[in-house]
């Protein structure tokens, strides 16, 4: 069948390209095997000489019960099947690879030009399908590369999809160095309290999507989260929003309000940049502490309240205290469990894994999606990112805005490198491409299940020089 018809009758672009050698060059297959499933022992050679040029293993078989023996015995990455088989339907080998094997990618391959049996093949799970007599032997080359490609493909999102589903996500925290994994193990130990909490970190490192994982692990969890950014309320209303006010309190004062803490009763206050209250309100919130209650602005009588505070702050409040521009007696009272976000350019090893989550996001939203190259994720991995884990986001987001093509590329990015500079870039970060190496060593032996061999085979490397980068790399398997 001319490619052209092909085209026409299942509306996919054909997938023959005239410079088959420059669209092959650079992607061998080494170590990868293929199974031939055809009767004929002609065509069975033709696709062991095409594909053992691309570094594919063939296992040639002529029969459904040679090739379920194969299934059985091997470790396969894609398949090539004749639908009129010596002892059965094709078909029916295809169904039954789909139940076992349902990730294994299978081309149907035909004589009779069927395009309703080809089309029924899709249905049930077939990759694609090819007609012989072959118009150009290259597109056995170019259907397996894709194949094989598309497999990668959903593999790696897998991967990185149940990377991102527990042992590296909390709440909607994501993050898999030591600094964060133990700030993770702090939150646990939380769940079960009810201390106060005094988070630290520059702007944009995450201090709100942290207390809310503390919120979301507590025994408050189905209680009220009540957020209440400091630095942005006006000086003249602050204690009349945190307290709440009566009728007549003041000249504006139509109507009794109760005030964010009661707002909060029985869950949880989160007062962001609590180092920008002034000194008045810092006392009043210091008796609100001490004796769970609060006197609404305007009244005699005190309301007892039960609510759990978390407070944050991109200052340093003991210096604020030396200065005397934060009272003592309160920053112990709120520092009684202390946690330090790290800023990001601290924690590079968790960029991939925050790109991944935020191109869930925008799949979520769009329906679209997006890849970032390795060679894009070690150029973020080099920026010293100022503004943390939000200004990763909002690249990201810009990225993906801007781009025209799903892959994106580091000239996609609108990141300012003239400012990266040697102050915003520690010299104890690694900026060369060991960084993005030791995270794809751990990455293939995480889906390998440690085995090592396996994760060499799939990191296309050979198992001494693994074994060499892991010793560099102080990696250590169990």
Not at 90 to 110: A, C, N, R, W, Y
Not at 401 to 419: F, V
Request: hydrophobic letters at 40%.
């Amino acid at each position: 069948m001319p490619m052209t018809e092909y085209a026409t009758a299942t509306g996919q672009e054909p997938l023959f390209a005239k410079d088959t050698k420059s669209y092959l060059n650079g992607n061998r297959m080494d170590n990868l095997s293929v199974l031939v499933v055809d009767d004929n022992p002609a065509i069975r050679k033709l696709f062991e000489r095409l594909l053992s040029k691309d570094g594919f293993n063939v296992i040639g078989t002529a029969s459904i019960e040679e090739a379920q023996t194969a299934l059985d015995q091997r470790k396969l990455d894609l398949a090539f099947i004749d639908l009129v088989l010596p002892d059965g339907n094709g078909m029916e080998l295809l169904q039954s690879i789909k139940k076992t094997k349902s990730d294994l990618p299978v081309i149907v391959i035909t004589g009779h030009g069927s395009i309703e049996l080809a089309v029924d093949a899709m249905k049930n799970g077939a990759f694609d399908f090819m007609v012989k007599p072959f118009e150009h032997n290259e597109l056995v080359n170019l259907t397996a590369e894709k194949a094989v490609r598309q497999k990668r493909v959903i593999s790696e999102n897998i991967d990185l999809k149940n990377a991102l589903s527990n042992r590296y996500r909390l709440d909607r925290l994501v993050a898999k160095s030591p600094s964060m994994q133990h700030i993770f193990r702090l939150i646990h130990q939380l769940s079960d309290n009810e201390a106060t909490v005094l988070i630290s970190g520059e702007s944009g490192t995450g201090k709100e999507l942290l207390a809310r994982a503390i919120h979301s692990t507590s025994t408050r969890s189905l209680q009220k989260f009540v957020p209440v950014d400091c630095g942005g309320l006006p000086e003249t209303l602050i204690e009349s929003e945190l307290f709440g006010h009566v009728k007549g309190a003041y000249t504006d004062a139509y109507r009794d309000v109760k005030g964010l803490f009661r707002e909060a009763d029985k869950g949880i206050i989160f007062l962001d940049e609590i180092g920008e209250l002034p000194l008045s309100v810092q006392s009043k919130l210091l008796r609100v502490l001490q004796e769970r209650e609060v006197r609404p602005l305007g009244s005699s009588t005190a309301i007892p309240i039960d609510v759990r505070v978390i407070a944050a702050t991109k200052r340093d409040l003991k210096e604020s205290v030396k200065r005397g521009e934060f009272r003592e007696d309160l920053f112990y009272r709120l520092n009684v469990v202390y946690i330090e976000l790290p800023p990001l350019r601290d924690r590079i090893e968790d960029i991939p894994l925050l790109v991944e989550h935020f191109l869930d996001d925008q799949a979520q939203r769009s329906g679209r999606t997006y890849t970032f190259a390795p060679e894009t994720l070690q150029a973020l991995m080099k920026y010293g990112w100022p503004g943390n884990v939000r200004e990763l986001q909002n690249s990201v987001e810009q990225a993906l805005a801007l781009s025209t093509h799903s892959a994106i590329r580091p000239e996609d990015l609108a990141i300012p490198w003239e400012n990266a500079s040697a102050e915003i870039i520690p010299e104890n970060i690694e900026l060369s491409f060991d960084a993005y190496e030791k995270i794809a060593i751990e990455r293939a032996l995480a889906i390998c299940q440690n085995d090592v061999a396996a994760a060499a085979k799939a990191l296309s490397v050979g198992l001494s020089t693994l074994y060499r980068k892991m010793k560099k790399f102080g990696i250590e398997v169990k």
